[in-house]
Structure formats: structure tokens, C-alpha cells
């Protein structure tokens, strides 16, 4: 019989950890959960491709109910102490928000409590004595401070979908906490989720909980455009069936008990004609605001109206992007927020598209333009003699060559990789958005042929463009494959298979910035959607450093009422007035501060030389941040963390029993081999690369590290089968890597056809093992230190 010291992993889980929670009274079907996979992987970029990093997972999570974790097991080999672990564990239960953790080597389990239920932090206790589903919920009671009174609201489990889709771990944890802290009587929250990650599904789910267990009987879920009504309706919110309605026209039906609704369809601007005064101040019980960094924000605003006449509801408000300046607050209404997920979170546990940054330098950008000594515009006026620069254009001059660059520039880009990736180019304004879907025309003269709508213009003004927004976010709809806008699509637009984002406009503020990155934040599997590339014009993406981008939703708003507010000249209203048309209100938007602002006259003019100065691609780092310095830097700094010297990472290389697994290794840190090979010049290998970015060797290139193994005679000792399928291996290895020749699906490939099947092929060897060996063997020659 085995010795326990001599049991995997899984054994020691099956054969003690288990049996030990059964005899405790937990449930094995609906309680029990073993290997839980919590993140999917982050996404690393590489090139023009992509790679997913490994999986976190936990090796058991105990439910008190199914929605409901109350404790975390981490499982250890018997070769190591009780405690082993703990540290591992701890981290997953801080990620999951779970109170009490436990780690096993299968004599016991060392219990961490963060409840001190039984004084003691953490403790040794026997096999027999694990907790029971009781005695856990009790203490998950004690942590979140819940009383009898607010249990059955808590206990509520959410929506099961028939397709199998349950809530991931953050969007859990935004649901329990909304759920906690209402049945606690909390009457504001503030969900605070990145763009992609959720919002309008935690939403419903934290509705329907409340909803079924009758603690809110009727809910008011409010957005600002018809597009956001439309998605929740038909999506998240499509299981409350004839429970729910959607207010169209102001008309008023009081019998139903979930309604949708766009704040200009409750609201006339005028007291005595405002549709939601029709509802009783106490009719709802629930009101949820969505996209709450918009009209809600400001105190002063119509829509906040709404809000305060409805005061007794509990209100949740949901935003990627919180609206903090020193006039308007979403945290002064709302409180600090119950729960955040940031964009950081979301990519690195894979659940977000990662992205790569092109910027892209223009002449007239970088250098500025000054007209020459009577230049006229194209209405024969003279331009005013002063320097003009990325502020000013397309907003009061406008440059024809401009556009057609950035055109030409973006039709390259498209026709190097995917010419039917969907693309959103942001401009300054609808005229902008017009010109440059016109010079897209022109480029992309034949897939216009083949169908009129691969470049749409897609603004508030344009009814066709408006028409086909929906089949541009439909990723089962080819086309419009390119759309022109200016504000239209920041914020609302659930565009799934976004490949591509092109920034040709001035964004001055840091709110407009992440909503506008969050269109390409989505991944779709289905349509190979793993990551978006930011295409910058106008240096907009140094909004990635600034803290703001991806941190705590922090109050600026100064709260001292007494104080007056003073606003700057150069503030985002202001930038926005000064290129809107006051007429314009995009996708049925009304904007207040927008009117009796006068559209300025542009001035247009054509015959300027406009040529590209520079183009960098940059790509995320492992800590979320854009690699600002090059990428061999990057590597060194990254690779001496993990080898402190030149031998270390020799010992660690030569000793690794597949060379790929140092690869993955460093792929998860983001040192990517195929990100390096323009900067560096020499296609060498991840050995080569490592060596030399970090330790100054001198690089070799694959062919030559093949070619010093064939003036070595090396295979002189094998026989013509065998040595005939090593020199394959050998020129497989000189043609893409030593990862593409250490398994043994590469005898599958047709290059090895002629030596036979694989099974055949590892008979040449003696078996496999003796096939594995000569491959190691092979390694071991293509790294000798000559």
C-alpha cells in the first residue's frame, strides 16, 4: 500500500480533504466545489496575435448557498506541513472576498479565521474537527455583520440562467455586497466596474434578488439613450418577461412592476408636464441609474430632479467611470463606492481585452503650421498668419492633407491585418466625422463596391448612420465595418468585436478617455476578439499616466457651500462648447450647457504637406501600465528580477525538462519573444534573446545555433532514420523555435510524413522514452558552450 508522503496532490484531496467536509454536513452537490477556476487567464499581446496566461483557481470553495462563499481549502502534497497552504490561500480569499481559509497536507487543516470566532486568528485543528456549513455561516454572518432580521433578503439566491451562466467572482461580490449593505438599509450605493465587465448583468442579478425575496416589489432601472434601454431589455433583463416594461412616449402604465426607462422620456423640462410625477414620491422601492457618470452627476442637473423626487427609493448607481471634478460629484450622492473592478483587474484576470498603443507623430502636429505670406483658405479668404496646432484642427482649421493621412494611415493599418475588423474612429466633431468617413470612401474604393456600408458615419445628426449602430455592435453583422463619430458612440455601445480604435480628437478629459478605450475592452472568443489596438493621432493616449486612469474613484468636489465655484476657461465644457453646434443633441441627449453657444467659422485649406514623422507601438507591461522605454530595456529589468546572474538563468534554462515552460514563465511577467524581434534585429531564439537583453552576450540567430550542431558532426552517431528525423527537428527548430520541436504532436506535422506515423517514428528510438531523451539531447547540443 502507498505511503500517504507518496500521494499527489489530487489523491490527498480525494482520499482526506474531502471525506472530512462530508462528515462535517457539507453537501457534496451543491455545497462542495473542487478546482474553481475564478480568472480566465490574462492575455498577453504578441505581435499581431495574442496568448493567454494560466488560469488562477482554488482547490475548494464551500458554499453556504450556491451564491454564498463562506470558506477557501488549499491542498498540499503530504510531503509538505499542514500550513503549507495558507499564504496562497489567504491571497485567493482577499480576491474573493471570503472570510475563513483553510490549507491541508490531509493529516489536518490550518485554519485562518478573519472572524477570531474562536479568538484566535489562525489554529491547527484535527480532520474530524471541520467545521460545519453552520458554523461557517455564522462566522460569514459575524464578518459581514448580518443580522436574523436582514438574513432571508441576504439568503436570496440569484438568477440560474438555463444556459448555464452564473455570476464571475467580482460581479458576486458586487452582488452580495449591493444586496448586504440594502438589507442593511443602506439607501445609496455606487458600483464602480470597467467597461466590459458586467454592469447591466450584476444589475439584474442584485434586482432579482431583491425582487424575489420581496424586499423591493417595484424598480426603476434609468438610462440615457434609447441604445442602452434596447441592450437591457433584450439582453440582462429579458427573464422578468411580462413583469416588465419599457416607458415609450411618457405614457404612464402603473401596473407593472419592473419599468426601463430614458430620463428625457419621464422629463419635459417643465414641472407641471413631468411625466414621472405621474408615480406616487414612494411608488418605487428600487431605482437603478446606469451609466451614472453622465446626466445624474451634477446637483444642478434636470435629471438629478428625478432622483430627489423619488427620494425614498433606494438608489444604486452604476459607472465605469465615476464623475469627480470641483463642480460635480457622483461620490457626494452616491457615498464611496460598495465595490470597484478596474480595467487593471479585468485584463489581468483575462476577463478584458488587453491592447498595444500605435503613436502616430504628423509633421504638422509635432512641428506645428504656420500658413505661408497670403495664404487663402478655400473660400478665397486670407488665414489668419499665426502658428496652428493639433488643437486647433479640424475645431477652427482644418487641414484636407490631414485627413487623408490619417486615412491613408488607418487603411494601411487595415489592410496589413484585418481590412473587415470592426474600427470606430473618434473625431473631433461631426463635420470631422464626415470628411474622414468621405476620405475612407475614396481608400477603400472596392469594399464600398461590394457593399455601400463598410464606412458608415455614425453621429447624432445622421439618421442613416444612427440606423446601423445596431449592426455595427451585432458581431454576427459583417458590416459597417469602419465607423466615423465624434460623441455619439464614447459611452453606451456595447461593441464586442472592436478591433480597432483610431484617436483623431482632443480629449482633455479623463472621464471621456476611459469610456472611449472601454469600446474595445470586450473580448468575443467566437470572432477571434482578444485584444484592440489604439491607433493615437493627437497624443491622447497619455492619459494612460495619469493616476486617475485606472485608480480609486477619489471625491474632488469641494463640499464647503459656501464657497463659491470657479470654472476654468480651459475646462471640458468649455472645450466641448466651442466645437458643438447647439442644435445638435446626439442620440436624443439634451445638453443644457450646450445652449446659445454659436457654432465658429472653420477655416479650410488644402495644398499643405503632410507627411508622418514618427510611429511607436507600445504594449501593456505585467503591471498594466504601457511600456514608455524599449522594449529590450524592459526585458533586462524584467529578466535580472527573476535571474539575478548570467549563470542563474543558464542553470534554470539547461535544467528545465521542456524549455517552453521558462517560455510561458516569462510570457506571464509580459516578456514576449515576438514583441522584441523588430526592435532587436536578429531573429534569434528566447535563449538568445534572454542572454542578450539582459546579460550583453552576444546574440546568435537560430540558423546559426543550427549550424554549429551540424559542423559538430552531431548526428553522426545515430542511424539514417533517427538522424534523418533530428535534422528535421533541427531545421523545425532553426525555422520557428525550440517551443515548436519539444512535443511530440510535432511528428504529426506534414514535414515528418515521410518518415511514417509518429508511432512509427518513436519505434526508430526505442520507444518513447528513448525519443524524449535524444530531443533532450538535441537541446542540450544547441546550447553548448562552443
Not at 7 to 33: F, H, M, N, T
Not at 141 to 164: C, F, M
Not at 377 to 404: A, C, F, H, P, W
Not at 667 to 688: C, H, P, Q, S, T
Amino acid at each position: 500500500m502507498a505511503s500517504k508522503k507518496d500521494l499527489s496532490e489530487r489523491d490527498i484531496c480525494s482520499k482526506y480533504i474531502l471525506p472530512a467536509l462530508v462528515k462535517a454536513g457539507w453537501d457534496l452537490e451543491s455545497q462542495i466545489r473542487e478546482e474553481v477556476y475564478f480568472t480566465d487567464g490574462r492575455i498577453s499581446v504578441t505581435g499581431n496575435s495574442s496568448r493567454r496566461g494560466k488560469r488562477k483557481f482554488a482547490d475548494f470553495i464551500l458554499y453556504y448557498k450556491p451564491n454564498i462563499p463562506v470558506a477557501i481549502i488549499e491542498a498540499k502534497k503530504n510531503t509538505f506541513s499542514v500550513d503549507k497552504g495558507i499564504a496562497q490561500g489567504i491571497n485567493y480569499a482577499d480576491i474573493l472576498d471570503i472570510p475563513v481559509v483553510f490549507s491541508s497536507n490531509g493529516d489536518g487543516f490550518y485554519e485562518h479565521d478573519k472572524t477570531l470566532s474562536n479568538g484566535k486568528l489562525e489554529q491547527e485543528i484535527t480532520l474530524d474537527a471541520f467545521p460545519s456549513p453552520s458554523e461557517l455561516w455564522e462566522r460569514y454572518k459575524k464578518y459581514k455583520n448580518i443580522s436574523a432580521q436582514e438574513e432571508k433578503t441576504v439568503l436570496q439566491e440569484y438568477y440560474h440562467d438555463r444556459g448555464g451562466r452564473t455570476p464571475r467572482y467580482y460581479q458576486q461580490i458586487a452582488i452580495n455586497r449591493s444586496v448586504e449593505a440594502i438589507a442593511k438599509g443602506q439607501k445609496r450605493l455606487l458600483l464602480v466596474m470597467a467597461t466590459g465587465t458586467g454592469k447591466t448583468y450584476t444589475a439584474f442579478q442584485i434586482i432579482h434578488r431583491l425582487w424575489r425575496s420581496k424586499s423591493k416589489k417595484r424598480i426603476l432601472f434609468l438610462a440615457d439613450r434609447n441604445a442602452l434601454i434596447d441592450q437591457t431589455k433584450k439582453g440582462d433583463f429579458r427573464h422578468f418577461k411580462d413583469k416588465m416594461t419599457v416607458i415609450r412616449k411618457k405614457n404612464i402604465d402603473k401596473s407593472y412592476e419592473i419599468y426601463l426607462a430614458l430620463y428625457q422620456g419621464l422629463t419635459n423640462y417643465d414641472e407641471d408636464s413631468d411625466a414621472y410625477r405621474q408615480f406616487s414620491r414612494d411608488f418605487f422601492d428600487l431605482i437603478v441609474i446606469d451609466e451614472a457618470h453622465r446626466g445624474s452627476a451634477s446637483n444642478s442637473s434636470a435629471w438629478r430632479e428625478i432622483l430627489d423626487y423619488f427620494t425614498s427609493a433606494t438608489q444604486i448607481g452604476l459607472t465605469a467611470t465615476p464623475k469627480e471634478t470641483k463642480e460635480v460629484s457622483n461620490i457626494e450622492y452616491f457615498g464611496d463606492p460598495i465595490y470597484t473592478y478596474t480595467l487593471k483587474e479585468g485584463i489581468e484576470d483575462g476577463f478584458l481585452a488587453p491592447y498595444k498603443v500605435m503613436r502616430i507623430g504628423l509633421n504638422v502636429d509635432l512641428e506645428g503650421w504656420r500658413p505661408q505670406k497670403g495664404k487663402v483658405d478655400k473660400d478665397g479668404i486670407m488665414v489668419t498668419d499665426r502658428e496652428y496646432n493639433i488643437k486647433d484642427y479640424d475645431r477652427s482649421l482644418v487641414i484636407d492633407e490631414r485627413t487623408q493621412k490619417v486615412a491613408k494611415k488607418v487603411t494601411e493599418y487595415l489592410k496589413a491585418t484585418d481590412r473587415y475588423a470592426k474600427t470606430i474612429i473618434f473625431c473631433v466633431d461631426i463635420d470631422h466625422a464626415k470628411r474622414m468617413r468621405n476620405a475612407l470612401v475614396n481608400l477603400n474604393a472596392d469594399l464600398m463596391l461590394e457593399n455601400s456600408t463598410y464606412v458608415m458615419q455614425i453621429t447624432g445628426d445622421n439618421a442613416q448612420g444612427k440606423m446601423e449602430l445596431d449592426n455595427f455592435i451585432d458581431p454576427e453583422i459583417s458590416h459597417p465595418v469602419i465607423a466615423t463619430t465624434s460623441k455619439l458612440m464614447t459611452t453606451g455601445v456595447d461593441a464586442q468585436t472592436c478591433k480597432l480604435i483610431v484617436l483623431d480628437s482632443n480629449i482633455n478629459s479623463i472621464t471621456e478617455f476611459k469610456q472611449i478605450i472601454g469600446r474595445g475592452t470586450r473580448i468575443n472568443e467566437a470572432y477571434n476578439k482578444y485584444f484592440f489596438t489604439i491607433m493615437d493621432f493627437r497624443n491622447a493616449t497619455h492619459h494612460f499616466a495619469d493616476e486617475k486612469f485606472d485608480g480609486e474613484a477619489i471625491q474632488i468636489k469641494e463640499l464647503n457651500e459656501n464657497e463659491p465655484i470657479e470654472i476654468d476657461d480651459k475646462s471640458e465644457t468649455n472645450e466641448e462648447k466651442e466645437h458643438y453646434t447647439p442644435t445638435i443633441k446626439e442620440a436624443g441627449v439634451v445638453n443644457e450647457e450646450f445652449e446659445g453657444y454659436e457654432k465658429k467659422r472653420k477655416v479650410y485649406v488644402n495644398g499643405v504637406n503632410v507627411t508622418l514623422l514618427n510611429e511607436r507601438i507600445q504594449y501593456l507591461d505585467n503591471g498594466g501600465k504601457l511600456i514608455t522605454g524599449s522594449l529590450k530595456d524592459y526585458t533586462k529589468t524584467q529578466v535580472q528580477k527573476e535571474f539575478a546572474s548570467l549563470d542563474d538563468f543558464l542553470n534554470s534554462w539547461n535544467s528545465a525538462k521542456r524549455k517552453e515552460l521558462i517560455i510561458e514563465e516569462l510570457a506571464e511577467k509580459n516578456i514576449i519573444y515576438e514583441n522584441l524581434k523588430d526592435e532587436i534585429g536578429k531573429d534569434m531564439d528566447v535563449f538568445d534573446m534572454i542572454c542578450h537583453c539582459a546579460f550583453d552576450m552576444p546574440p546568435l540567430s537560430r540558423k546559426e545555433r543550427a549550424n554549429r550542431v551540424i559542423k559538430r558532426d552531431y548526428f553522426s552517431k545515430y542511424q539514417d532514420k533517427t538522424r534523418a528525423v533530428l535534422e528535421a527537428l533541427l531545421t523545425k527548430y532553426a525555422d520557428e523555435g525550440i517551443e515548436n520541436i519539444e512535443k511530440i504532436e510535432v511528428l504529426r506535422l506534414p514535414t515528418f510524413k515521410p518518415f511514417g506515423s509518429p508511432i512509427q517514428i518513436v519505434k526508430y528510438f526505442g520507444g518513447k522514452q528513448n525519443y524524449i531523451r535524444a530531443v533532450a539531447e538535441l537541446e542540450d547540443e544547441l546550447y553548448r558552450v562552443a
